[in-house]
């Protein structure tokens, strides 16, 4: 049914369609707990200011350049608040999705429109957390090269969205993957963070190591980190790849890795 | 019934034992070897390793996560079903009690395998209030969890229970800051992490932070208590 769907007319705007009618949902979803569009600006001013106070506090560190302990906390904290956000709501689209997603195959959708819907969501909402997650940061530690440090955050945020669908996927109880979540993306962003004298390779293997880097160059030096953003969007991209096939080899399977 | 729901969920039961052990091993791995100098109540300013000094923060801060994670999903997977139970006339401090139970068993599970990872790297000088300072700090967090489950919506409360316990312990607590933040001393994780601090780099330990460290755990149930009776009876 879905190859006659593919080959005829206006196909491509049916698709289009309900790719649409599914993000809608989702935002609609979303908007209807107003304490998750509090969320959204909320999690970033606490975040990111409070990393700023505590780190604030600490004595000077021999690897961190004197006077900007407080301004790496804040850099953390952005990094930190949008990787997290973007992550659980990753997770929680695909986990509260799946019954529905299972109807949707039923009705016509094909696994790709599905991954679509969930994946653009996630980019929307990672949209908006980034800005304010940079917004928040510039207003004490206004970036060097805003919009590089805007792709940065975007790339991490993007990155751990997949991750969380991917998550979502393979563990589809809130629970556990709210655990998984919460233990990677904490280890990750702390040890990618810059803010501990670290030197083993199996750091850059971490998601966040690349998206770290190449943020802190674009808030303190204005620079872009090509080696480091061509290995973020890597991570992306492999992200990308298998929370895709692992999305549509359970959708429309009862939910079951064949 | 609780522990029961658990063992049916043996991923949760995985995760329960790797996700510490993965933490605390994996960082304890890469920290470098370099020395620290921290303040230790009742001991002043003593010079430690790097990785004593993490590790003795992450098996409290691994308590606090977990306890707060499992506290905020037990309660929000239970209102409705412990709702019905009600009716169906199981006392609600019945109920109460085995919720607040999983929550302490979630913690109590963290803080084993932390220590137990920890301390093929490093041992606390005097384990037990260590080990009941971590235990406390977890259970704290973990009815804070389950204030949070009853209170705010699921996104939220992740939120919540992932950041809080990081700022708290991790950060506002760390015992390598000399003059703390003013808000440190009123958040929960002041007094069990002052005392885990201080039995982990002395053999003698102060066990009067432990009445206000309690103090916390008695708020943070009664709140919780409170909350939770009122959504049984929603």
Known sequence: MSEVASSAPGASASRARRLRTGIAAQIRAFVRTPVNVVLL??????????YGIAMDAFPQLPFVQAGRLAEMGRVNGAIYSVAFFAGVLGLFQVISARQADERLRICGYSRGELFASRL????????????????VLAWRTPPEAPIVAFG??????????????????????ALEGSLVMVFLVDFDDFLSSGMLNLDSPIL??????????????????????????????????????VALSVYVRLTGNGGDLA | MGLREYARTPVLLALLLFLPAYFV?????????????IYVPGSGRLTVQTVEIYGALLVPLMGALIGGIAGLFVMLSATDADARLSIAGVGPVSLLAARFTLVAVAGLIAV????????????PEALVPFVLASVVVGVTYGLLGTLAGLVVSRLAG????????????????????EDAHWLATYLPGNFPTEIAVDAAFSGSVEWGPFGPALGWLAVAGGLAAVAYYRALGA
């Open chain 2, 25 to 37: 091993g994996v960082f304890v791995y890469v920290l470098p070897t370099s020395s620290v100098p």
């Open chain 1, 152 to 173: 940065a955050l975007a790339l991490a945020a993007l990155v751990y969205g997949l991750i969380g669908m991917l998550v979502g996927a393979v563990l589809p109880r």
């Open chain 1, 204 to 241: 850059t293997l971490f998601p966040l190591h690349f998206p770290h880097k190449l943020f802190r160059s674009a808030v303190f030096e204005g620079s872009i980190a090509l080696d480091n953003a061509a290995a973020g969007v890597t991570y992306v991209l492999v992200a990308g790849v």
């Open chain 2, 158 to 177: 992740v939120y919540l229970m992932l950041i809080a316990p990081m700022l708290d312990v991790f950060f506002f607590q760390n015992p390598m800051i």
């Open chain 1, 120 to 135: 653009i969501t996630v980019m929307l909402g990672t949209l908006v957390i980034t800005g304010a997650a940079l917004s």
């Open chain 1, 41 to 50: 600006i909320a999690l970033p001013l606490v975040v990111v200011e409070g």
């Open chain 2, 112 to 123: 084993g395998v932390s220590l137990a990872v920890l301390a093929t790297t490093f041992v």
